[in-house]
């Protein structure tokens, strides 16, 4: 696990002040193009914890990096290259706190919706299935277990809310939003991407069970944006010692949150040692059964 000095917590670039700085990451204006930086922060249910994640922000780099280069073929997308520390320098006189930790994408107009995609019953859709035998309007056959492979990929999106928390809402809703024709190729680019990842995974031996995605607009084109099937915006699986599956992703602090006396409002409590050295370590595992160790990336 990573010394507590390499945490990153907040980045800093003197004389540049972010023009957002959302739950994990701050983007920085370059002109041409934009600085996405993201840090070691966590967040679950909407809400950061006051307690980093020591190499978290390097995870989420190297993965979103090697899925915009694995998954290019199926669309376009904001990442533009990884800065290296010479790069680095033109803009900060401290470049190695950003090394591994930042990308540069293209402006885009982000989506105010996000666009989630489900192949197993897990966590909310669980949840869900069992009160009322359906995940939002898709209804599915009884008995189903958790863990339960879905017997097709459900696009499930939800609101992007700029405050509190994000909500589910229908494929109607979405059309609403942003339109017939942009949730249409929203909903096919989500599948096919969902797919494409969850084939590759399971040669590894690892459930794609549900993720996250995020697009905007470059111009007229809608691209692919933020970051890409991380243990932040996705669930992987993997079989543990008596065969159950093994949450390698944020759920193991989900968990934890949720045995808590606490209301998943402001303020988060802090996370235990234990905890945050778990969820380090689950993280960096997880990166490194699915990176090509000979693709150049390190976390």
Not at 113 to 140: N, P
Not at 230 to 240: A, C, H, I, Q
Not at 246 to 261: G, T
Request: hydrophobic share 40%.
């Amino acid at each position: 696990m990573s010394s507590a000095a390499s945490l990153l917590v907040r980045s800093q670039i003197p004389g540049r002040e972010p023009v957002h700085s959302g739950k994990v990451r701050e983007m920085y204006d370059l002109g041409d193009e934009m600085l996405m930086v993201t840090s070691d922060r966590i967040s679950a249910f909407d809400v950061v914890f006051p307690t980093p994640i020591p190499g978290k922000g390097r995870v989420l780099t190297a993965l979103s990096v090697h899925w915009f280069e694995t998954l290019g073929h199926l669309g376009a997308h904001h990442f533009l290259g990884a800065p290296n520390e010479e790069w680095l320098r033109e803009f900060t006189p401290n470049p190695k706190s950003l090394i591994d930790r930042c990308l540069r994408v293209r402006k885009c107009n982000p989506l105010p919706v996000e666009c989630i995609v489900r192949g197993s019953l897990e966590g909310g859709g669980w949840r869900e299935y069992k009160e009322r035998g359906a995940i939002q309007e898709h209804a599915l056959p009884p008995g189903l277990k958790i863990h339960d492979r879905l017997p097709q990929p459900l696009f499930t999106p939800s609101t992007k809310a700029s405050s509190g928390h994000d909500e589910n809402i229908s494929f109607e809703q979405m059309q609403a939003i942003v339109g017939s024709d942009v949730a249409g190729q929203l909903r096919a680019r989500s599948l096919a991407l969902f797919i494409a990842a969850r084939d590759r995974l399971a040669e590894a031996g690892i459930t794609l069970a549900d993720t996250k995605f995020e697009f905007g607009w470059d111009g007229h084109s809608l691209v692919l944006i933020d970051e890409v099937l991380t243990p932040d915006s996705s669930r992987f699986l993997v079989p543990g010692d008596d065969g159950s599956p093994v949450a390698m992703d944020k759920q193991f602090v989900r968990d934890w949150a949720l045995s808590l006396d606490w209301n998943r409002e402001p303020p988060a409590p802090v996370i235990p040692d234990e905890i945050v050295a778990q969820t380090s370590a689950r993280y960096r595992e997880i990166a490194e059964r699915i990176l090509d160790r000979d693709s150049g990336h390190e976390v």
